[in-house]
C-alpha cells in the first residue's frame, strides 16, 4: 500500500495535482531522464496567449479550476477541475502513434452538503489520435469527451460528464491574471531550481450547468483557476502540503501555501493577496503560518485531517471553515493516493470574507494492521 | 453284483447316518428301499453312485471298490454301467426327447440306434423332436426313464421316481420302469417312501439306523 | 406377514446367493456411468478454460470490431473512439510472437501478447494489466517491457527483471520482464505490454488486430451493431462478444462432440452389460417368481420388489460411478491434460468443475438402464402365468419374448435411413444415432442369427461330433436367446473395436498419403510471421534462392482470414501451383474442373473440402474473397484434401496474391535439394546464412513423423476408451456365464450323474464361450464394418469436413479377434468353474 509519507519525497509540487495521476510513483530512476525537459529559471518572463497553452518542454502542467457554485434554489456546491498534461520521458524515439510520450489526466470532484462526500472522477489517456492532448498557444486540453477551451475573448468552456454526474461551465475573467511570486516564478522549497512558473486567474464568474444522477441544474457562482507547470521536484525532506486559494467578497484574492516539514514546521510557504485595484502583496515564508484549529478524522481512511485551519498572512489573521468535513479523496485504486480537497468559507480578523478552496496533503497514514 | 460292506458315512457336522451297513446286491434283483426321512437314503444312493465316498467300508460294483476310484474312473463308471432317474425328472429343457434320450449313448460313444426303441418303449414313439416343456411330468420322467436305460446299464438307481406324479401316472411309470429294468436285465434300486410303489420291486428292504432289512411283505 | 421384512429377506438372500454377480452388475453400472462422466468432465473442464481465458482476453466489451484479415490499419480506432454512442473504444494489438529458443517445438513455440493501452484496458480487461515492480509504474508505458502471465514467466524461465529475447522476422527483439499479469488463468500463457511499443518492437506500426467497444448507457446493443456494421462495409466484422463464444464454441465442437459421442457409445456398452446382467439375474429366479406368485404374492408386490432391487442396484452402482469419473477425470486432467493429450486446448490448465445437473444427468443414465434391464424381464416374469414358469425351461420362452426380430429389423432400416440424411448443426446427429440403432438392431438380431447358425452347425456335424459338441450345439441352437445375452457385451465392443480401428487405419493412411502430397520438398524453412508480415522480405528470398544447393525453391505466403464473424478463421496459402494440372501440387480430390476451361479474366483458387461444406464454395462457382484492398473475385477451381485445417483453407498463385496486395513476404520455403547434396549440407549452409539461426528448418521426414505422432497421440484417448469397451464386453461374459452357470448348475448335476467328466463340463463351457465368440466376433466384424462405414463416410466429413479413403488393417483385426476369442473363453470358463464343484451333484435335488 501506498503511505504518503513514504511517497511524498518523490512528489513532484505541489503534492495533490500530482497525486492523482496514475503514475505517481515517481522514482529518482525516473529523474535520471528529466534533464531533457526544460529547467524553471527566474528570469523567464511569461508571454500571453501563448502561456495559456500547454508547454511539452517540461515534465508537468496543469490547469486547475476550484470554486463555489449556487444553485437556482440558493444551495451551495464546490467544484474542482483539473487537466494534467505528463510527459513520461518514456517513448520519445517510437514512431507508433500510440507511444506513450504525454498523458492528459483530468480530475473532476464536486462538493455537494446535500451528498455529504465529495463526488469524484478521474481519468487518464495517453496524447494522440486528436482523442487527448493540450494544445499550446492557448489552453485547449481534451480527454476523450472532456474539454477545456479557453477562447480567443477570454472565457473557459467545461465540459466533462460521466456517467452519474457532470458539469458545463462556462468562466468569465472578471480581473486580470494574477502572476505568482517573482513575476510567475514561484519557489517551492530552499533551493533555486525547487520552482514552477505559475499564474492564477481569481474571480473567473461562473455560469452553467450541473449535472447529478442526468438532471441538469442551473448554476452560478465564482471560480479560481491555477495554471502551473514544472520540471524540478520537491525538496526531500518535505511531507506534506497544505494550499488554499480564495476569491474574497472585496474582490480581492488569497492565495497561500505551506510545504510541511517531516520532522514538524515548514520546509517553504508562501502567500499573495491582490487586492481587487490590483495591488499585491507578496509574503515569504517567515510571514506565512499555517495553524489547524480542528481535525476531522476519515470514516473511510482513519487519516487526520486539519479541516479548519487559521492561516496568518503577516498582520492578517484568516480562519477557515469547511463547506463539509468529509472532502477526502481516496484515490488508491487507481492515483495511488489520499487527500482532502474541499470548499471552505474564510473569516479575515473574525469577519466574514470569502470562499475557496483548500488542499491539505500527506496527511493519510496507512492503517496500522 | 453291487456289494456293500460296513459302510459307515457321517454328515459333516457329525451325525450318523449309516453305521456299519453290509448288504449285497444280486445282479438282475430290483429292490425298493424305504425309510423314515433323514436315515440316509439319499446318502446312500450317492455312495453307491460314486458321487460321494463312505467314511469307512467299501462299495464294490463286480468286485470293484467304487469308493477307491477317482473322479474321473467313477465317472466313466457311471457312464457305462448306471442308469438313474430323478423325482425332479432333470430331462435338459433345450434338448429334444430324443437328444436327451441320446445322451448315455452319446457318451459312451455307442450308436443310437436305440433311441427310437427306447422311444417307441416309453410311449412316445412319435414325439421325438418335442421339448421338455411339452411334456406332462409323467411324459418326462418316461424320457427319464428311457434314458437311464438306452445305453444298457448294469444298475439303475431311482430316486422317488414318482413322487412328482399322480398315482395313475406313478403307477404306469412305476410298471414302466420295472418292464425295462427287467427287460434289459439290469439290477434297479428304488429309493421310495411309497409302499405302493415299494410293492413293484422284487424285494422291499427297510433302512434303519441299524442297517438294510428285509420288510415285512405286505402284499396286497 | 410384514412385507417390508419379506422383502428384505428376499433381498438380501439374492445378494448373499449371488455376491459376485451383485458385484459385477454394481461394477457393470459404476463403469458405464464413469465413463460417460469422467469424459464429460475432462471436456467441459477444458472447454470451459479454454473459453474463460480467450474471455479474459476480450474483456467485458459490449462489441468487438475485427478485420477480415487479422490486422487492419489504426485510423479506424479515433473514429470508433468519437463514435456516438460509444463509450470506451480499446485497441488491441494481439501478436502470436516465437520465443528464441522453443523454435523447434513447432506446435507450442508462440507466445501470445497483448498490445493494450492500459488507461483504456483497464475499463474493459483489467486483467491484462502487468503488475510492475513497486516504485516502477511507467514500466506499463514503457517500449522495452513485457508483462508475463506466471504460465509464460514458467515456460520462459525468466522471472522480473529478466531479459526475453523475441523472434521478429529474422530478427530478435529483446524485451525487459517488467512484472506478471497476476490476474491470468492457471496455465495460459501470455504476455502483455504497451500497444505503443508492440506496434514498434514487432513492425507492426499503423496495425490493430481488433477494437473492443463499450457502448454508453441505454444504447441498443443490436441496433449499434447493424448501423455500424453497414458503416464499416464488408472489411470489418462488428461482433458481440456471444458471437465470440460461438466462435471459440465451433473450434473445438466437432472434436468435443466426438469424444461425447465415444464416452456415450462405452456408455451404451455399459448399459447392454447392465441390461444383460439384471435381466439374466431376474430371468433366472423366474421360477422363484412364479413360486412367490403361488404363495400369495400379488403381481404389484412382485413387480414392486423386482423394481426396488433395480432401484437400489442402480444408486448405488450409479453413485459409485460418479465418484469414479470423478476420480477418473481428476487423474486424466493431472497426467494427460485437458484435451488428454491431443493439443485440442493448448495452454490451458483446466481444474475440474462439479456441475451436479451433469453429474444428476448421467446418475439418472445408470439408473434408468439398471430400471429398463429389472422391469423388462420384470413385467414379463409378473405377467407369467405361474404354473408354467414353474417349470424348467421356460427362461428361454421368457427371453424371447425380449428379442422380437421385428425390432432388430426397425433398428436396422432407420440405420440404414440415418446414412442418407445431413448434420443437424453441422454435426454428424444422425450419424451416430445410425451408428447405436446398428449396434441395437445387430445385437438384437443375435439370437436368431446364433439359433441358425448353431443348428445349421448341428445339422451338418450332428453325426460326427461327440457328447460333448451335441451339448453345446444343441443348446446354443435350441436356446439362442441365453446365449446371446453371453454374447451382446462381446457384439458391442468387438464392433466398435473393428469400427474405430478400420477408421483410424484408413484416417492415418489417408493422412500419410496425404503429407507425401503436401510435404514433396526435402526441407522447409519458416520464419514464423509475426502479425501481418511474413517473415522473409524478398533481399532474404533471394539470398535463398541464390543459395548453389538447391534445384527448387518454392515460396508461400500463408495468412489466417475471417470471412464469417462466428466461425474460426480459414487459411490462406498463396504459393506457385501447377496451374495446367494442380493435381501435381495439391492433394486434390477428383472435384475439380479441366485446367483447359479456367479463363484468363478471373483469377482461380482451390479450396479444401472444409470450404464446400461450410461456406458452400462449389467448383466453377465464383467466390469473392477480402484478399488485398479491397475484396476481388475469384473462381473455385478445384477441392483439395486438408487433414491439417479443419476450418478451411484456400490455395491462390502466390503471383496473384502478390499482384492483389503488393505484399511480397513469405513464411515459408520449399526446398529441393541437387542431386548429391546432402540434407546436412544444405542445413549447414542455411544456417550459415545472416539470419540463419532465426530459421526454422524442418525435414519433410521429420515434419510427416512429427504428424502422424501428433495423429496417433490424438487418438490415444480412443483407444483407451476402445480397451474399457472390451474390458466392459468381457465382464458382461463374466456376468452372464457365471450367471448361467448358476442357472444350470441341476442340468449340470445331472450330467455328472449319468457319466459326463468334470473336463467334459470345462470343455462344454470353453465350447460355448469360443463358439459364441467366433460367432460375435464374425458377427461383431460386420456390423463393426458397417459402423465403420459411417464413420469414415459420414460422421468424419460431417463433422470435420475431410473425406479419406477406407483402408482395413486386416492384421490389426485378426489379433484382435484372436485376442478377443480367447479372453472370452478363458472369462467363459473361469467364470463358469462352479459348475464342477461338488454342490453341483447335489443340485439335482433342488427343485429351485
Known sequence: ?369 | MLELCNINKAYAEGRKVLTNLTYTLKAGEYVAIMGDSGVGKSTLLNLIAGLDTPDSGEVRINGVAISALDDDAATQLRREQFGFVFQAFHVLPHLTLRQNIALPLLLNEASLDRVEQMLAEVGLHDRGHHFPRQLSGGELQRVAIARALVHRPKLVLADEPTGNLDPDTAREILQLMRKEIKSNGATGILVTHSHAAAATADIVLNLTKDGLHPARSELS | MNSISLFRWLLFGEWRAHMVQLIVVLIAIAVGVAMGFSIHLINTAAFNEFSAASKSLSGQSDLQVRGRKAFFGESLYPMLAGHEGVALANPVLELDVVALGKQQNRNDHKLKIIGIDMFRAAEISPDLLGLPEEGKTLDRLASDTIFLSPAAMEWLQVKQGDSLPLQVGLQTVTLRVAGGLVRARAGQRLAAMDIGAAQWRFQQLGLLSRIELKLKDGVNHAAFKARLTEELGESYWVSETTDQETRIANMSRAYRVNLNMLALVALFTGTFLVFSTQALSVIRRRQQFALLRVLGFTRQQLLRQIITEGVILGVIGSMLGLMLGYAVAAMAIQFLGGDLGSMFFPGVKPSIYFNPLAALTFFWVGLSVTMLGSLVPAFEAVRARPALALRSGSEELAMAKLSAPWFAVICLSFALLFTQLPPIFELPIFGYLAIALLLIGGIALMPRFAGWVFSALFVKLHHRIGAVFTLVLTRLANAPNQAAIALGGILASFSLMVAMAIMVTSFRISVDGWLERVLPADLYVRVTATGDQGGFQPDEQKVISELPHFDRVDFFRTQPLTLEADRPEITLIARPIDQTDPRNTLPMTDDMIAPALLSEGIMPVWVSEAMVDLYGYRVGEKVTLPIGATSSEFLVAGVWRDYGRQFGAVQMQLADYQALTGDSSVNTLALWLQPGITLEEAIANLRQLPFGAALEISRSSDMRALSLEIFDRSFAVTYILEIVAVVIGLLGVAASFSAQTLARAKEFGMLRHIGVMRWQILAILAAEGSLLTTLGVMLGFGLGWGISLILVFIVNPQSFHWTMQLHLPWGWLMVIAAVMLVSATLTALLAGRQAVSGHVIRAVREDW
Open chain 1, 1 to 369: 500500500m501506498l503511505s504518503g509519507k513514504s511517497m511524498s519525497q518523490y512528489y513532484f509540487f505541489p503534492f495533490v495535482r500530482l497525486t492523482v495521476l496514475s503514475f505517481c510513483l515517481f522514482t529518482a530512476t525516473a529523474f535520471a531522464e528529466s534533464s531533457e525537459f526544460m529547467p524553471v529559471v527566474p528570469d523567464y518572463k511569461l508571454t500571453f496567449p501563448r502561456d495559456y497553452g500547454a508547454h511539452q518542454d517540461f515534465r508537468i502542467e496543469w490547469w486547475y479550476v476550484t470554486g463555489w457554485l449556487e444553485t437556482e434554489d440558493k444551495k451551495p456546491l464546490g467544484f474542482q477541475v483539473t487537466f494534467f498534461r505528463y510527459a513520461t520521458g518514456h517513448n520519445q524515439d517510437n514512431p507508433s502513434r500510440f507511444a506513450a510520450k504525454y498523458l492528459i489526466i483530468a480530475h473532476l470532484a464536486l462538493s455537494d452538503p446535500a451528498v455529504g462526500k465529495l463526488m469524484h472522477i478521474e481519468r487518464t489517456a495517453r496524447e494522440g489520435f486528436n482523442l487527448a492532448y493540450a494544445k499550446e498557444g492557448n489552453t485547449d486540453v481534451r480527454l476523450n469527451d472532456w474539454t477545456f477551451v479557453r477562447e480567443e475573448d477570454g472565457h473557459y468552456q467545461v465540459d466533462m460528464q460521466a456517467n452519474d454526474f457532470g458539469l458545463q461551465l462556462s468562466l468569465t475573467p472578471t480581473q486580470m491574471i494574477m502572476l505568482q511570486d517573482q513575476n510567475g516564478f514561484s519557489r517551492k522549497g530552499p533551493k533555486s531550481e525547487q520552482a514552477s512558473y505559475y499564474y492564477s486567474e481569481p474571480h473567473l464568474s461562473v455560469t452553467g450547468t450541473v449535472f447529478r444522477h442526468n438532471k441538469p441544474v442551473t448554476v452560478s457562482g465564482r471560480a479560481w483557476l491555477d495554471h502551473e507547470w514544472s520540471t524540478a521536484y520537491l525538496d526531500s525532506d518535505a511531507d506534506g502540503w497544505d494550499w488554499v486559494g480564495a476569491n474574497l467578497d472585496d474582490g480581492s484574492a488569497l492565495m497561500a501555501f505551506q510545504i510541511r516539514h517531516k520532522n514538524g514546521g515548514k520546509v517553504w510557504a508562501y502567500a499573495a493577496l491582490r487586492d481587487a485595484s490590483g495591488n499585491i502583496s507578496f509574503f515569504n515564508p517567515e510571514q506565512v503560518e499555517f495553524t489547524p484549529t480542528r481535525t476531522w478524522r476519515s470514516p473511510h481512511t482513519d487519516a487526520i485531517y486539519p479541516v479548519a485551519m487559521h492561516i496568518r498572512t503577516g498582520e492578517t489573521e484568516w480562519q477557515l471553515m469547511p463547506l463539509l468535513d468529509d472532502q477526502e479523496l481516496d484515490s488508491r485504486q487507481s492515483a495511488g493516493a489520499v487527500y482532502w480537497e474541499g470548499a471552505v468559507t474564510l473569516t479575515r480578523d473574525n469577519k466574514p470574507a470569502g470562499r475557496g478552496y483548500l488542499e491539505l496533503t500527506g496527511y493519510f497514514k496507512p492503517l496500522a494492521l
